[in-house]
T-cell receptor
Framework: GENVEQHPSTLSVQEGDSAVIKCTYSDSASNYFPWYKQELGKRPQLIIDIRSNVGEKKDQRIAVTLNKTAKHFSLHITETQPEDSAVYFCARTNAGGTSYGKLTFGQGTILTVHP | NAGVTQTPKFQVLKTGQSMTLQCAQDMNHNSMYWYRQDPGMGLRLIYYSASEGTTDKGEVPNGYNVSRLNKREFSLRLESAAPSQTSVYFC????????????FGPGTRLTVL
């Protein structure tokens, strides 16, 4: 199927520490993996994404890694700050063809960064 | 450029009432989507429209209908609301060419009593 499992469901870190969130997927045709950040009461916003032809992508303090063989991808946040506190969602799709960009989301991770 | 807009922001209905959630985008995107968000369950796709003139079911379509009114607008209708439809509803759009990024609207918080 197209399920996505996301762990952990909650994550608490001290400011300056690193945070890692992991997602596993089942559909081997998946080729696009975005990560969204959602602050309380706000809309989900894309923070980084990766395609299946790339193993790692970085953008300042955040990075995403993809292991196609094991069917998992992870979000890494370094030097965490209190403003990183939010809910993070992973997602996947089979971009192109008849998928039309339909995203399947993980269950979300509540990240809390303590000052 | 407002991006994706949704109305209303909040709504309270009684069981059996009907309503339509409105969504519009001004980015000339081809594809539009309706998701619902429930605690602990992430976002689940209700319906989508790959392009103007087409609509199709997503993961949880029961109890809903949609209309792609034109390229800009995609509405979601609840014909007979049930308490199980209490949720936050998000509309999203995607260009459909060159990028797979989906942009979300601000959401509608719906409570069915």
């Amino acid at each position: 199927g197209e399920n996505v499992e996301q762990h952990p469901s909650t994550l608490s870190v001290q400011e300056g520490d690193s945070a890692v969130i992991k997602c596993t997927y089942s559909d081997s045709a998946s080729n696009y993996f975005p990560w969204y950040k959602q602050e309380l009461g706000k809309r989900p916003q894309l923070i980084i994404d990766i395609r299946s032809n790339v193993g790692e992508k970085k953008d300042q303090r955040i990075a995403v890694t993809l292991n196609k063989t094991a069917k998992h991808f992870s979000l890494h946040i370094t030097e965490t700050q209190p403003e990183d506190s939010a809910v993070y969602f992973c997602a996947r799709t089979n971009a192109g063809g008849t998928s039309y960009g339909k995203l399947t989301f993980g269950q979300g991770t509540i990240l809390t960064v303590h000052p | 450029n407002a991006g994706v807009t949704q109305t209303p922001k909040f709504q309270v209905l009684k069981t059996g009432q009907s309503m339509t959630l409105q969504c519009a985008q001004d980015m000339n995107h081809n594809s539009m989507y309706w998701y619902r968000q429930d605690p602990g369950m992430g976002l689940r796709l209700i319906y989508y429209s790959a392009s103007e003139g087409t609509t199709d079911k997503g993961e949880v379509p029961n109890g809903y209908n949609v209309s792609r009114l034109n390229k800009r607008e995609f509405s979601l209708r609840l014909e007979s609301a049930a308490p199980s439809q209490t949720s936050v509803y998000f509309c999203a759009s995607r260009a459909g060419w060159g990028t797979d990024t989906q942009y979300f609207g601000p959401g509608t918080r719906l409570t069915v009593l």
